[in-house]
């Protein structure tokens, strides 16, 4: 997974037109792109090839794309609003208008600053689900707005996902049994 900065360092300027959108890679970097990097990780790669390939694709594409002036500010307000801060403050660490932040927000990620706040939660409840670690209900004002969020961005409730059999794909990355956490780039 991305970062929401390494989001924008990598694909600046993209989110008017990706936001809550399944997107091929290709449309954003162009075929041949893809192309070389389908050739490079080939098959018959194994996850333990095909990691370190992509980091050097990753690192690269970072090295050939001008950075985002603003990209210090983006990642301010996210790391407050991650942590479960208001957009006001957001914008004031930013040191920016609740409305420039705005802007700035969804020129590059296609939400606004309280729906990134929105999505930061219920990511944070889907990890304690998963791992069964933390509490899933922080940050929501109540377990029935927590179950509405829930329904609403992934189409079931906390305890029917906890509850859901574990499937083939997160077998196969964790053989003991317990929850592996995400790995971010950038």
Excluded: C
């Excluded at 090295?63 to 983006?74: A, E, F, H, L």
């Excluded at 403050?89 to 927000?105: D, I, M, N, V, Y």
């Amino acid at each position: 997974m991305l970062t929401i900065p390494g989001l924008v360092r990598l694909f600046p300027h993209t989110g008017p037109g990706t936001a809550g959108m399944l997107v091929d890679l290709a449309s954003l970097t162009g075929d041949a792109t893809i192309q070389s990097l389908k050739n490079g990780i080939g098959m018959e790669q194994r996850p333990r090839r095909i990691a370190p390939f992509l980091d050097q694709w990753f690192v690269s594409r970072m090295n050939r794309i001008r950075p985002v002036p603003d990209i210090d500010r983006i990642a301010a307000a996210h790391s407050i609003l991650r942590r479960g801060g208001t957009v006001e403050t957001a914008a004031e660490t930013a040191q920016l208008s609740r409305r420039q932040l705005h802007r700035l927000f969804h020129r590059h990620l296609g939400v606004s600053p309280k729906e990134l706040a929105d999505l930061e939660r219920l990511h944070s409840s889907l990890q304690s689900v998963q791992s069964g670690r933390g509490e899933p209900v922080e940050g929501f004002s109540d377990q029935a707005h927590q179950i509405r969020s829930w329904r609403r961005r992934l189409g079931t409730t906390p305890g029917a996902y906890a509850h859901a059999p574990r499937t083939p794909l997160a077998n196969h990355f964790d053989a003991n049994g317990s929850t592996l956490e995400v790995a971010y780039y950038l």
